[in-house]
């Protein structure tokens, strides 16, 4: 086992990261921008490292910063958390030229599956299912035939898009020159890579997600699948396991299908594939995630396998404890998402110091956050400021505990805002109780209040 | 558990060395004792002291982000513009960028940050005479940690010797 | 299902029974002395009612204020938490005459089971395993000849004592005499009934309790022992599921029978059945607690059910939804029961002003805690600030959770000091990592300092 | 799930009801409103104003433990010993035992505070008038809400009738 892990992350995640590492017995260094100087990782770090300013750019996105603290805390192990440089395949290849495990998987198979258009590829030679258009990087005149032939509407996705980031919609065939355009402008300046494809796009969906975790023994097992429709903005709210209203066949071919391309991939660490559902049940692939995801506490309470966990054991070459069928699943998961966001406002982040913060609590309730009194919310990150994820043995009581744990929760403070209120108003919403919504229903909501 | 029951051993013996040498650290520094915090397994120390001099990793003084501003008493401090190792000098042996008494220009060199090979310069940003070299030759630093301390031309009345 | 329940109790059980009534869409009051206004419980609950002083006597442990506040508030049901009221069989009656439900077993079973003496006598009827000794209230003769009857050391106890007070051990026979005359002055004092018997003592014991569960139609399940052997001054501080280094057939055995003796007794609700183990792995029936318990966390967390919700479902004439096969028992639960004392002045309650409260969060990490920044703890209430229960799939993974959440906590503030240390300590002692430790666990680690 | 659904339809109920009846409630008061607190299924509202006079249910005034405490008016509440329902005479029919404008003497009952079918007397602490009942007959009380108010005899320069 790794002696000193060095925690590249911040927020929620490298506390949770850091909460592992400690049970472990394996010492922690946290990495830090100035604005989180005063985090509670930093707070509970056996030691922590200034890396650089606010900025991601020169912080947590900055190779160099973090490859250096690594070398001088005399970590022999970095984990990424989830943004930032956690799927950089060429941060991954600088720490493993500099001797340090990144804990995720190897370089080259974040080169493969990272990439968008290069993942399709692979998913059609591993015989995943996808969604008909064409997984070349294209041009405006063969997007707009690709477009044509798999019939509109269409998406446009950038090559090295993600996060809901660097992709449109196109309904109409004569707004599609233009769109491919824009997308192609916007891959650019966000990701340095003008490459973009075009997908059939599925307005009724669900989306769905199967875990997986794999050793660098060619073990590979599934934990099961979430659903993550719940979005706004193409950016999950509300995630839960196992996904409701879906047959159990179906997840299970689900489950046995992703095992399979895992491997195919030689993929080793904890990653998640992503698919849509059709309102015909059909699954299509749509990408994959090297790295944790913001959602896996749902996986963590029906399996009872802390992630985190498993995931340090690989990457330090140990083998899967557990088979396939040792992976049990109990009862039903939901994690609701507390972004510093203003939802009368297109979920605007609002930035703002949070002065009261009181979390819920209580029997199967897991808070998730780096929040406290103080906090400043600033737009240098990610909104997130906390996930509260319940338990229960059914999904009724699932919903009625989650929305419980929101009642309780208070957040206040000068200039912020919350999607507290909102996410109340997702689960007690007639199509998402009944499990009937899709990717759509936060922009329904929008549109038609309640009432 | 073996881990565990080595780590308390540590533990305690970490303990023993505190409380011995409390009191003797509490001399040692400019100010009383503030915190002394250790983390075990391979070992940190971090010993504080109420209102030391600015020493870089104060949270109040770095609170001031960006390098060059003006202390109190009319000196400004150098700091690490990225986390790294320290060098004084172009190369092993070779005369240091500058020394105690130096003045420097802005836009001088005074220092080396190495961080993954790549040898980053670290400039003045004002005139002014390098009062205290804070950070050691090939010690590692993290940003804006202090490197060196300037004292400014126009608070000491224009004094500076002019080597 | 009752429409408003009052919730006759404060501090951390107040928040959990709270909690899960409103999971259950039942309305929530919350009768509370003055010194508990602004707790998290009366924030949180629907409506709040003060029921009298500081002083529980005129508040808490007060009937005929309890009774008027749900009569005043509408409420058909009272959950009494623990202590207190809980285990009164006259308030059980009270409120049976004023046609409230008590949510807990009838007064008849209360009175029976509630009482020391008459409990031995039932144990004895219902064939469980009971110490040697005089279940009969005797005189200092009559308890004198016991003692010589069953052997030195003996322990003379309270008929109507609990909680670990009203109870003397006696190790030489020249000190029973006035031992004797001693704990029957106490007992009057305390429980104003004098009634003192004679039992055999157990040096090197460990403490293990039954939980059960029986609706009011004869249906009795149990959910698994738990040990609470780490005690100070006879209360628990730590406890776990499953009770480690016991045979697995021992444990089945005192499931089997407390659930034919709880059927024997016509009991109705959750309760614990409490036994001695001694080490030769021999049971002794000691006591029964009718109400829900402390610990009860640590068996919802192996367990997956909810005690309270059952409480109320049971409570509310429902029939348990589930039989003895179909509880399920997956891995361990640890919970640390964090007090408001000073382990290195006899675990001496301290008074003080919570400042500082931070408390541990994570991966299967459950804490119920009213505390919060301003908290006054006063000697008016038990000195119990917060339980931190974890769960892991093994022990050893669920002691290094548990030591890295009390690591995490940070309470402080003016007089205050807890035992957080303590546990710490205790949970990285030997004889408790290898499950080697008896009932008097923490008087040796108090008599031979760690090193 | 019927059980939530009906909470929402409520709850939307109560908002509306709410809404409409802000100002009003606003007004209504003897200062700005401060606070409206609903909670749904068989419904309590609890509407607080700023700064109101003590009446009962403030929690700075409920924080004097014990009654019979001089206000800053000269007037001293007298506070429900216990919670329960609030009689202001022996029997139904018979007459109140005090009225506004009486004296009361040290120890003279004032109500009856009923719990559990017993009658507990309400006692006068000092001597005063009473200048305002608060408490309505038959009202359902909580501890140390207030039921009436004495005006103090030193306070009001003894110009208390002598009725």
């Known amino acids: 086992m790794f002696t000193t892990v060095l925690i590249a992350n911040r927020g929620e995640i490298a506390l949770r990261v850091l909460r592992t590492c400690r049970e472990m017995g394996v010492r922690t260094v946290v990495a830090h921008s100035t604005a989180d100087r005063d985090s509670a990782a930093v707070r509970l770090a056996d030691e922590s490292i200034q890396i650089g300013p606010a900025a991601p750019k020169h912080s947590y996105l900055n190779p160099a910063a973090i490859v250096a603290a690594a070398v001088q805390s005399g970590a022999d192990a970095i984990h990424p958390g989830y943004g930032f440089l956690s799927e950089s395949a060429e941060f991954a290849e600088i720490c493993e030229a500099h001797g340090l495990t990144l804990i995720g998987p190897p370089s080259a198979v974040i080169a493969r599956l990272g990439d968008k258009v290069s993942a399709r590829e692979f998913a059609l030679s591993a015989k995943l299912p996808v969604l008909p258009g064409g997984s070349e990087p294209m041009g405006p005149v063969e997007g707009a035939r690709t477009a044509h032939a798999v019939g509109y509407p269409v998406v446009i996705k950038a090559a090295a898009g993600g996060g809901g980031r660097g992709m449109r919609v196109v309904h109409d065939p004569g707004d599609f020159a233009r769109a491919f355009a824009t997308t192609r402008r916007e891959a650019l300046t966000l990701f340095g890579d003008p490459r973009v494809y075009v997908e059939k796009y599925l307005d009724a969906a669900r989306h769905v997600e199967v875990q997986v975790l794999a050793d660098g023994h060619g073990n590979v097992v599934h934990l099961g699948a979430r659903d993550c429709s719940v979005q706004r903005r193409r950016q999950k709210l509300i995630e839960e396991t196992p996904p409701p209203n879906v047959p159990a066949a179906t997840l299970e071919h689900l489950g046995e299908l992703t095992v399979r391309a895992a491997r195919a991939a030689g993929y080793v660490g904890a990653g998640t594939f992503e698919y849509v559902l059709d309102e015909h049940g059909a699954c299509h692939f749509i990408e994959v995630n090297c790295r944790l995801q913001v959602e896996h506490p749902v996986t963590e309470m029906v399996t009872g396998i802390d992630l985190v966990r498993e995931q340090l054991l690989v990457a330090a070459g140990q083998r899967l404890g557990f088979r396939q069928e040792d992976v049990t699943f109990s009862g039903v998961s939901v994690e609701c998402r507390v972004n510093a966001e203003d939802p009368a406002r297109g979920f605007l982040p609002t930035p703002g110091v949070i002065e009261t913060f009181v979390p819920p609590g209580g029997p199967f309730t897991r808070v998730d956050t780096h929040g406290a009194p103080g906090l400043r919310v600033t737009a240098d990150y990610d909104p997130l400021i906390a996930k509260v994820a319940v338990w229960a043995p059914s999904r009724a009581q699932a919903l009625a505990r989650a929305h419980r744990a929101l009642e309780e929760f208070t957040i206040s403070g000068p200039g912020v805002h919350t999607d507290l209120a909102f996410l109340r108003e997702v689960l007690a919403h007639p199509l998402f109780r009944y499990a009937k919504h899709t990717t759509s229903l936060v922009e329904q909501m929008m549109s038609t209040p309640m009432t | ?163």
């Open chain 2, 1 to 163: 558990m073996t881990a565990d029951t080595r780590h308390a051993d540590e533990g305690e013996q970490v303990l023993a060395w505190v409380v011995r040498h409390a009191a003797q650290l509490g001399q040692a520094g400019p100010a009383p004792l503030r915190r002394i915090r250790v983390s075990t397994a391979t070992l940190a120390v971090d010993v504080e002291w109420s209102q030391a001099r600015p020493a870089g990793r104060d949270p109040a003084e770095a609170g001031q982000e960006g390098a060059g501003e003006a202390g109190a008493e009319g000196v400004v401090a150098v700091t690490a513009p990225m986390v790294g190792t320290f060098y004084r000098s172009r190369e092993p042996g070779a005369p240091p960028f500058v020394q105690v008494g130096d003045v420097v220009e802005p836009g001088q060199q005074v220092g080396i940050i190495e961080a993954m090979k790549l040898m980053n310069p670290v400039l003045a940003e004002c005139h002014g005479l390098v009062s205290e070299i804070v950070a050691a030759d090939g010690a590692p630093v993290q940003y804006e940690d202090t490197l060196l301390f300037l004292g400014l031309d126009d608070a000491s009345g224009g004094v500076f010797p002019r080597l």
